[in-house]
């Protein structure tokens, strides 16, 4: 248990499915990040919160939303995705802005059809 | 972009052995790394870190070496057991983005 709990572990959705993901943390950190995990590939950083206010959005495309109601959720609100879209999105926290190690949750497995 | 690799995709060893897994970085401005382990259907898992003052750090079982020069990374588990079975990757920052690499598989052999 890393503090980080992610629902749902898995989903599946057609292309014109509307659907959300959602993360917590119960760590107290100020930073929240959303990451996309292909196979064989490194992860992909797709969204950074800190302090609740987002300071990176890494040139994802506009089907992927997130939301960052309060320091310890946040949401990927999912629209109109395209079977490549199919991957582990994993969730994480840590204390600041990307200086200290992340603490990830167990992803949710995505597949699009 | 950055570049964060493996040199092996894979690794088998056997239980009780020593394993070494190993990481290239090309950010010579890169000052913070950490390596994490990654179990199928799970999350990646925090395993040790080292920041660029620094050559070597130890924990239980494992110890992380860092290489400044070559800008190379290793992550030695001692006394590897069926449990250190999964996906290790290391990650590099200099402190705007984290980087990582790919993943080595590794698999203890009873």
């Known amino acids: 248990e890393t503090g980080v709990t992610q629902t749902p572990r898995h989903l599946v959705m057609g292309m014109t499915n509307k659907k959300s993901l959602k993360c917590e943390q119960h760590?107290?950190?100020?930073?929240m990040y959303w990451y996309k995990q292909s196979a064989k590939k490194p992860l992909e950083l797709m969204f950074v919160?800190?302090?609740?206010?987002?300071?990176e959005n890494n040139s994802v495309p506009s089907r992927f939303s997130p939301e960052c109601p309060n320091s310890s959720h946040l949401f990927l609100h999912l629209h109109t995705l395209q079977p490549e879209d199919s991957a582990l999105y994993l969730c994480?926290?840590?204390?600041?802005?990307?200086?200290?190690?992340?603490?990830f949750g167990s992803g949710t497995q995505l597949s699009v059809l | 972009g950055e570049s964060v690799g493996l040199h092996l995709p894979t690794l088998s060893v056997q239980e009780g052995d020593n394993s070494i897994i190993n990481c290239a970085y090309s950010n010579s401005a890169s000052d913070y790394f950490i390596w994490y382990k990654q179990e199928s259907g799970k999350g990646p898992q925090f395993i040790i870190d080292?920041?660029?003052?620094?050559d070597k750090r130890q924990g239980q079982r494992v110890t992380v070496l860092l290489n400044k020069t070559v800008k190379h990374l290793s992550l030695q588990i001692a006394a590897t057991q069926p449990g250190d079975s999964a996906v290790y990757f290391c990650a590099e920052t200099p402190g705007n983005q984290f980087y990582f690499g790919t993943g080595t598989s590794l698999t203890v052999i009873p």
């Open positions: 080292i920041r660029s003052n620094m």
């Open positions: 919160y800190s302090l609740e206010e987002r300071v």
């Open positions: 994480a926290s840590s204390q600041e802005f990307m200086s200290e190690k992340l603490f």
């Open positions: 760590l107290g950190h100020n930073a």
